[in-house]
């Protein structure tokens, strides 16, 4: 039976890392724009690589394009813990809902909430 919670654990990883990358990839693609909507401030381009979620420099990229999101308030930058917070509740996640996860001592979106804001940087990289 161990062999099999390893083998959820990987795929469980895997997925994750596929939605990061999703993310990312949606996130440097908003940031090339130069052309923005009255209302949504450009930022200077990054890469996808910029956006490193093995950090907190993804919640940097992620607040530079912020406004592409149609996101229904300014995520909280006082610390990683509000941001994460924050977006998860901009996401439409209840507080203390599916939205956040604490792994490994580690507080993050759980895997629901990043393919929610994948879709929804997917969406504003599309129509942008």
């Known amino acids: 039976m161990t062999d099999m919670t390893n083998v959820d654990e990987i795929t469980e990883e895997d997925s994750r890392t ?5 993310v990312a990839e ?14 949504v ?9 910029e ?5 907190e420099e993804w919640m940097s990229r992620l607040g530079d394009v912020q406004g592409w999101l ?3 308030y300014d995520l909280s930058t006082t610390d990683a813990a509000s941001f994460i917070t ?9 507080p203390g809902a599916t939205g956040t996860e604490t792994v490994s001592n580690v507080f993050q979106l759980t895997e629901t909430a990043l393919e929610r804001l994948s879709e929804r ?3 504003a ?3 942008h």
């Open 70 to 72: 149609k996101l229904e």
């Open 41 to 49: 401030q450009t930022c200077a381009p990054f890469t996808a690589v």
């Open 121 to 123: 940087a997917e969406y």
């Open 26 to 39: 949606s996130l440097a693609e908003l940031s090339e724009a130069s052309d923005a909507p009255v209302g």
């Open 51 to 55: 956006v490193s979620f093995a950090s």
């Open 125 to 127: 990289a599309r129509v």
């Open 86 to 94: 924050s977006l998860a509740a901009a996401l439409r996640f209840e």
């Open 18 to 22: 596929q939605l990061q990358e999703r």
